[in-house]
């Protein structure tokens, strides 16, 4: 099968991590492990939008014998989008690392995973033939904000229905993945 146009659109090396909602936030370097997954639908203006997953990793996610990793922690639970993002440290010796995605804790009779990246989702702006890039949407980007989202906001589903957006993605804490709803009127500014 051919295609008339196939092309890489936007990929980890498109990601200005300085931009990012983690940029500053915590006291470790990180890279973009991937970016992919997206959902994608047409803006009003014509032109395409992807809301693609960037997986966010550690550089270095073994420092004195604990693995760690990234989670958003909620300030209070009173305020939308208040938290902090942290590091969580796990002796090696209490870990399974046989998945280089997550880890799980071995012993002490409860079962609990963490992830070595976290996800959020950037909104990138195609033309109207999804060609190139138009524009990168850092401001707009969806990241973690309630704990069940400790782990990050991965793998948008966007639908538009009537003169709504909506969309669906995976919400992803310790215990849990979950299915998030956000809606818009404009499919750029999602509640």
């Not at 973009?32 to 550089?59: Q, S």
């Not at 995973?113 to 990138?124: C, E, F, I, Y």
């Amino acid at each position: 099968m051919s295609y008339p146009f196939d092309q890489l659109v936007f990929s980890p090396l498109d990601v200005d991590l300085s931009k990012g909602p983690l940029a500053g936030r915590i006291d470790a370097e990180t890279y973009c492990l991937g970016a992919f997954n997206p959902g994608m639908t047409r803006l009003p203006n014509g032109n395409l939008l992807m809301m693609v997953r960037i997986a966010e990793a550690l550089k270095t996610p073994i420092v004195d014998q604990k693995i760690h990793s990234l989670r958003w922690v909620p300030s209070d639970g009173t305020a939308p989008d208040a938290g902090r993002y942290c590091l969580d440290p796990w002796p090696l010796e209490m870990v399974d690392t046989a998945d280089p995605r997550k880890f799980m804790m071995r012993g002490g009779g409860w079962k609990v995973m963490a992830l070595t990246s976290l996800s959020w989702l950037l909104p990138v702006e195609l033309d109207a033939e999804g060609r190139s890039v138009v524009d990168v949407h850092y401001r707009d980007a969806i990241a973690p904000r309630a704990s069940y989202q400790c782990y990050g906001v991965e793998d948008a589903r966007i639908s538009r229905i009537g003169n709504r957006w909506l969309m669906t993605t995976c919400s992803v804490s310790p215990e849990r993945h979950s299915t998030t709803l956000y809606s818009s009127n404009d499919a750029r500014d999602w509640l």
